[in-house]
């Protein structure tokens, strides 16, 4: 019998630049134009995830999105493909992705990587205020449901709570109840109702 083969996807978000001149993906109080991100959670999420499930393939998706404009700025997949490795994620069990910028170029690339790979089991992670356009985008367009019907879709919020509960618990709900944050979750409302009625701008 053959083993399941499983890929755990993480799509990508916004970079910034520290101190150090180094970039980095975002913690919840550093915004982009459209409200509070946060997406540092679904590196620690993906490396916690991976813990359990060892034999998985990471699949990090994600080019210069927004910032393709700027100059020296890398693609978010290299960014987190080192902060995995910080983590402890082997590198040879990463596989990067570069070209995709949206939700839906990203879905679309893993749709590929799942299909070449003949991974029988997806898990994607992503911010919480991010799972429901996910959702619907997996259910609702065919190119992805025919390939990406039966991935489950995780919080990263919730895994990291889970597993970290003292440390990251007053962040994430002073997070939640921010302007920023209720900025990005009523766009991400809009996003899911435009795919339903069939008016979403994918690119």
Sequence with gaps: MVKPSLAIA?????????????????NFNENDQHGALGDRLRVIATSIIFIKYPEAKIVVLGGKGQLGNTPGVPAVARVIKQELIKLGVPAKKIIVETRSGTTFEQLSALGGIVKRGKYNKVFVVSNEYHLPRIRVMMHRIRALNYILRNARAFSAEKIVLHKYPKKWANTIHKAYVSAAMQRRIQLEKKGVAAIKSGTYKYS
Excluded: I
């Excluded at 993480?10 to 975002?26: F, I, M, Y």
């Design 10 to 26: 993480l799509l990508g978000g916004g970079l910034v630049k520290d101190r150090a001149g180094e970039w980095r993906t975002t």
